[in-house]
C-alpha cells in the first residue's frame, strides 16, 4: 500500500483488567519521521508502546503497519515485520557479554545468515564505538548510558523500520542524554523511522518532527513538534520557564 504511512493507530484502547490505562488513542508516523508522545507518569506511554509490539492485547481500535492490519499477532510477528521496541526497563540480559546481548537482536534474521550479522554488528559499533570496546564485557557491569547504547544497539541489529523507544533518557545524565538524542537524529538522517516516548518534552520536541500529547489514557493535543513546543500549554505544563 503506496501511500499508507508507516504506523496507523485508530482508536486504540487498552485496559489493565478494569482499568483503562488507553483510551481511543490515534496516531500515524510515516516513513522517515520521528514522532514523540509526550506526557506525565502514568498518562499511557508506555502501555501504548507495549501495545503496539503485541506485548498487551488490545480492547478495541486498530493498528496498521505498512499498509496492513497487525490484528492480534504476536510479538515475534511484528519484528519480522519490522517494529523493533526498546523498552524502559532496556531488558538486557546481565550476565551476557555486550556482543553477545547485541547479536540476539539480529534472531529474526536467518541462523547461518552470519555475514548479515556481522555487518549489523559492524553498523551497531560504528554507531557506539564504547560499544566495541566493550564487546567482551559483561552487561551487568555497563554504565547506565551504555546500557541505554546497548539496548539500542541490540534493537538496530534487527534493521527496524520502526524503532520505538521508551524513555530512552530516563535515569541518564544531562551529557549521556544529549548523546543519545544524538544518535537518535543519525538513526533518523540513516532513514530509520521512530516513535519516542518521552518525559523529557524539552529534548523529545527538540528532536521530532511531529508530537502528540497523552493526558490520563487520551491524546488531547498534537501538531509538528516546533509549533507544540512554542504553544503556552506545553510550555507551562512541560517545558517549564527557562
Ligand atoms: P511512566 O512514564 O510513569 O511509565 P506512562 O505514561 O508510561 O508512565 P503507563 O506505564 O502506560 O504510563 O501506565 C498507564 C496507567 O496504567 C497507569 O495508571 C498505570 O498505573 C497503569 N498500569 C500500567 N501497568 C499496569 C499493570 N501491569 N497493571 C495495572 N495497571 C497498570
Redesign the pocket.
Known sequence: VADAPLLAVHDLSVA??K?E??TQASLTVQAGEIVTVI??????????L?ALMGVLPTRQGQIQFQGEALGDSGVNARVARGLALVP?TRALFASMSVEDNLRLGAFRFRRDASSLHQQALQEVFALFPRLQERRSQLAATLSGGERQMLALGRALMGRPRLLML??PSLGLAPLIVRDIFRIIEQLRRQGVSILL?E?NARAALKVADRAYV?EL?RVVMQGPAAELADDPRIVETYLGLH
Do not use: F
Not at 41 to 46: F, I, W, Y
Open positions: 489493565y483488567g482499568i490505562a488507553l506526557g506525565p507518569n502514568g498518562a499511557g506511554k508506555s502501555t501504548l507495549a524502559e521508551d524513555e516516548v518525559q497523552l489514557g
